[in-house]
């Protein structure tokens, strides 16, 4: 709520005294509404009303808000979608006079062709997870090969944004009434399925592997959650736990 409402309104506040500005941006997620199945581009009412939930949370403790935050977020998988889907409502409600065009990309990843090629500056999202697979590390995953990977590259999200940020200043005098939405996502046109990343993922660090790498690549993705567990078990924890056996042994401190 911090970060993805409240941080919102404030910015909102900040515009609003820009007597100059011609237009704001706010990026929201393509999985805002992940509970729905078709997802149009419009701003959805959110479950709650955001301010009377602002206000609530204000005097609660930690363990109250973990007890009632499933019953809050309801089908959604995670307080992440749900507040996203609130700070649009939040936008929506709070423009008055700004000008004003909501961005969902889906998953963001390394670039496609601006600076170059695969460029990336941290290990967020699906970039941690391939390095992580690629060191050897990360040997196994909870997924469904059969579901769709919607990775966006960066440079077209940061593309998209651009160009909605210039479609939206350039409309002032004769802009639609309606809040413009934009998603921004690939796998409506060009779907990506996790059983295919594992095999990109495997046979790239194959042919070329990572330095220092912990062990040969070999990810692999289960949607059994008792099978994931058990090769958890084995492939991550019991190593750690043998390496840490080995580092104490030798005199080092545990990792």
Known sequence: MQLNVLATQKMLALAHRMKHLEVFIHV?????????????EVVYPPPVNYRKLIDTLDWMDDDLVATLTPKLIGERPNTYTYTKALAEYLVLQEAGDLNIAIVRPSIVGASWKEPFPGWI????????????????ILRTMRASNDAVADLVPVDVVINATLAAAWFSGSQ???RP????VYNCTTGGINP??????E?????TFKNNPLEQAFRRPN?????????NQYWTTVSHTLPALL??????LMGHKPR
């Open 28 to 40: 929201s997620t393509a999985y805002a509404h992940c509970d729905r199945e078709v997802i149009e």
């Open 177 to 180: 009434r309606s809040l413009m």
């Open 192 to 197: 990506f399925h996790w059983g295919e990343v």
């Open 199 to 203: 095999n990109c993922i495997n046979m």
């Open 219 to 227: 990810v692999n993705l289960r949607s059994n959650p008792f099978t």
């Open 172 to 174: 002032r005098v004769n």
């Open 121 to 136: 500056d941290n290990f967020n999202g699906p970039s941690g997870i391939f390095i992580a697979a690629g060191k050897g």
């Open 243 to 248: 390496f840490d056996g080995y580092l104490t």
